[in-house]
């Protein structure tokens, strides 16, 4: 008997052992340096303003500097990446080199800490020269909270952003969410605008969170955020598909500013989408809302055709209206129906601005504003998460 309890014991710290050492190592690390794809540079050639940079490979670099007088020009000729130095074709470079300066970098115009990389991609027949930038986990999310947030906002709803934006690199990091980099530039990810966007008292905010990222269940969550609720969150389910415990929807009565928006279609309007779209519903007879979830927004919209109906649901309700007009913003909206000489116009009525799932800015920045740290505010937009150090 007493064999049999220490060999249970025994077991039961083995498998414990097991179990906290995988996710100690999948779960809390952050890599020394990160790369994000620069896609919004989406070129066949940049210019580097630097008077003086280094050239190199797998962040091994040459000792000696390449001088310009006024500009260096990385472009594709055919196959090739050239480097061009004042008007001159100079190198013809392998893919995946690097370079860096003893400053930051000048790309376009536009600052970047770190290293660049350079690589080239065949798009539609074509090479487009591709390029990441590799620096810490800091150095980019001073380029991001900024670039996602007024700097100007309170402390702690900027403390938020700057968690909530390091939780999301790390899980786009662990879902490898891009083949070739761990995450990109712009909106699909998280915009990072590198060096200009920053500001010193928000990077103080970042340097102070240092390490801080959100779990669940000691998991790296999807920290999705987006801009304004107007009063409910979204259950992830009722946007992306499946649900997640963490993402539900929550009345959200801590947004003092709620972006109120108004968005007219035409019943010609519609058959104009429908048109780009070779979708024939005939002659269109109505539009109307066919479900609202228990979080206030639409689910599902009906659009009735003499020959057939066309149902959106969910993200798609967004896209379809976006598709010919910009402006309408959330699925938190009533619609009012009025009669016209072609037929009928239809007026979304909204509230809120963004998908509604998880963190709302707007809400952070009034829950800042109530004297809310910023722990209080990711843990009542994040269900039953934890702030844990990585
Ligand atoms: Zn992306």
Redesign the pocket.
């Known amino acids: 008997m007493f064999n049999r309890k220490i060999f249970l014991i025994f077991i039961l710290l083995f498998l414990s052992v097991f179990i906290f050492s995988d996710f100690d190592v999948n779960a809390f690390e952050i890599p020394d340096k990160i790369s994000v794809g620069l896609d919004s540079f989406d070129v066949s050639e940049v210019i580097i303003d630097n008077k003086e940079i280094y050239l190199g490979y797998d962040g091994k670099f040459s000792e000696c500097a390449l001088y310009c007088n006024n500009s260096f020009k990385i472009y594709i000729l055919n196959e090739d990446i050239i480097l061009n130095i004042d008007g001159v074709d100079m190198i013809n470079l392998n893919d995946n080199f690097q370079i860096k300066a003893n400053d930051c970098l000048k790309l376009n115009s536009k600052r970047y800490r770190g290293i660049l990389e350079f690589y080239k991609k065949k798009i539609d027949l074509n090479y487009k020269l591709k390029i990441i930038n590799l620096l810490s986990c800091n150095e980019y999310l001073y380029g991001v909270v900024c670039s996602e947030m007024p700097h100007n906002w309170p402390e702690q709803a900027l403390k938020a952003q700057a968690v909530a934006a390091r939780t999301y690199l790390l899980s786009s990091i662990n879902n490898k ?2 083949k070739d980099f761990d ?2 530039d ?1 909106v ?2 998280q915009v990072y605008k590198g060096l200009d966007s920053e500001y010193s008292r928000v990077n103080d905010f970042i340097d102070e969170t240092e390490n801080k990222c959100i779990v669940y269940n000691d998991k790296i969550i999807n920290a999705y955020f987006f801009s304004s609720s107007g009063g409910n969150t979204d259950d992830v389910e009722n946007v992306w598909g499946n649900k997640i415990d963490y993402l539900i929807g929550i009345d959200d009565k801590y947004e003092s500013e709620c972006k109120i928006w108004k968005c007219k279609f035409s019943k010609n309007d519609i058959q104009e989408i429908l048109d780009k779209k070779n979708i024939d519903l005939g002659e269109i007879i109505d539009l109307s809302i066919d479900e609202i979830n228990k979080n206030n927004r639409v689910n599902k919209i009906l659009i009735s055709g003499s020959k057939s109906n066309l149902i959106l649901s969910k993200q798609s309700i967004i896209n379809f209206f976006n598709s010919i007009k910009t402006g309408f913003l959330s699925r938190n909206f009533y619609i009012e129906k009025n009669d016209t000489s072609d037929g009928f116009e239809i007026i979304f009525n909204g509230k809120g601005y963004g998908h509604g799932v998880g963190m709302s800015q707007y809400g952070a920045k009034g829950m800042s504003d109530s004297g809310f740290n910023f722990i209080e505010i990711l843990k009542f937009y994040y269900t039953g998460v934890e702030i844990a150090n990585s």
Do not use: A, L, R, S
Request: one cysteine or more; a positive charge; aromatic letters at 0%.
């Open positions: 969410t891009h995450i990109c712009k699909h990810c």
